[in-house]
């Protein structure tokens, strides 16, 4: 043993890193034997130094990862270097995972695999929670969508039924009224017409709501008819001049996927309309190899990126939120491109399968 030690010490100093080293190290001869090991490794894996050097790699690795020990002697003898994952099992039967570097040392005068061990247990279980709370927040995001789409559903037609039935009775009162006044006898005539004016003005706001809600029928397939009749829709009662251009797009998309980009179009309007006061909006689409593109640029007054996650987490804005989650959930690519008075951008990418 301390003639051990001291080989190692001639070693350039690889001795003091050895005993005193917070990674396990294992020395292996070319059949996978332990020759020597380090203090930490004792700890880490419950043997004492005695029973490591009778032991092999096999007896401390789980059998999953047999395999990889093979190919950790064979890398070190051939590369001169190897890195991997996998898991020991300790004296007690127990397991934790390990991240294991090996190099290829010499050590007695010959040739060895020297292997570096770190235990990365903490690390792994911190990393699968982080998962698990990852998978949990795209369920929750997932249901949010849905019930948007539901709700969407919903208030379209509520306010179809209710509020947009009245204002229509109310706008023919209001007709039916002035047809029969003599004009000239009712002081009041200017403040009746005003309010035939705002009435038609919110039958319309509630038709741009609706058009901005409206939900594409479970067997509409046809992207590109679907978005032209949404920006015409909205072309009738804005002044706002949209451009539409596709190009290409002779794949046939399946439903979720029409649906998806059908609704980041809705999305994307409704901020414009509610945010951007622009004159001009372009919207492409159009095939690449093996994705479908949408961009959707307007000349708006645009707004600081840098600020959207934290306005996003403190009034609960969700539109951007839930446009880039729609394209995620097709395994697509999402980003939205503004700063102040020079528009914004928002491109979307999903592919095919
Ligand atoms: N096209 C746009 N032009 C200007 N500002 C925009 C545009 N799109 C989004 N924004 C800004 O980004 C913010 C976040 O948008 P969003 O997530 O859809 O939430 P919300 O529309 O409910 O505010 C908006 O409040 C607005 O300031
Ligand atoms: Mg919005």
């Not at 235990?119 to 997932?142: F, G, P, S, V, W």
């Not at 001049?241 to 002779?250: I, L, S």
């Amino acid at each position: 043993m301390d003639k051990k030690k001291s080989q190692l010490r001639d070693g350039a100093h690889f001795g003091e890193l050895f005993y005193s080293s917070r990674d396990a190290m294992n020395i292996y001869d070319e059949n996978g034997h332990i020759v020597n090991s380090n203090p930490r490794a004792s700890d880490m894996l419950g043997y004492s130094h005695d029973e490591l050097v009778r032991l092999s790699g096999p007896d401390i690795i789980h059998p999953k990862y047999h395999a990889i020990f093979e190919q950790f002697l064979h890398d070190v003898s051939n590369k001169g270097e190897f890195c991997a994952e996998a898991i020991d099992v300790r004296k007690d039967g127990s397991a934790l995972n390990i991240e294991v570097w090996g190099t290829r040392i010499l050590y007695d005068g010959k040739p060895r695999s020297l292997s570096v061990v770190r235990d990365i247990t903490k690390m792994k279980a911190l990393e699968n929670q982080l998962a698990e709370e990852l998978k949990e927040k795209q369920r929750l995001i997932e249901k949010l969508i849905q019930s948007h789409d539901l709700n969407a559903r919903q208030i379209s037609r509520e306010l179809h039924d209710t509020i947009g039935q009245t204002l229509t009775s109310i706008k023919m009162d209001v007709e039916n009224i002035l047809a029969k006044l003599d004009l000239a006898e009712f002081p009041l005539e200017k403040n009746l017409i005003s309010i035939g004016n705002k009435t038609v003005k919110a039958i319309r706001d509630l038709k741009d709501i609706n058009v901005l809600l409206h939900p594409l029928e479970f067997d509409d397939l046809d992207l590109i008819g679907s978005i032209r009749d949404f920006l015409s829709a909205i072309q009738k009662s804005h002044k706002i001049q949209v451009q539409f251009f596709t190009r290409g797009m002779t794949h046939q998309l399946d439903h979720e996927k029409t649906f998806a980009l059908y609704r980041i179009v809705q999305e994307a309007f409704t901020n414009i309309l509610k945010h951007a006061h622009a004159t001009r909006v372009f919207v492409h689409l159009y095939e690449k190899k093996d994705y479908v593109a949408l961009t959707i640029e307007d000349d708006g007054v645009g707004f600081e990126i840098k600020k959207l996650e934290a306005d996003t987490l403190r009034d609960k804005r969700l539109g951007i939120h839930i446009m880039r989650n729609r394209a995620i959930e097709h395994s697509g690519y999402f980003s939205i491109d503004s700063s102040k008075g020079n528009g914004t951008v928002v491109v979307v990418e999903i592919p095919f399968v």
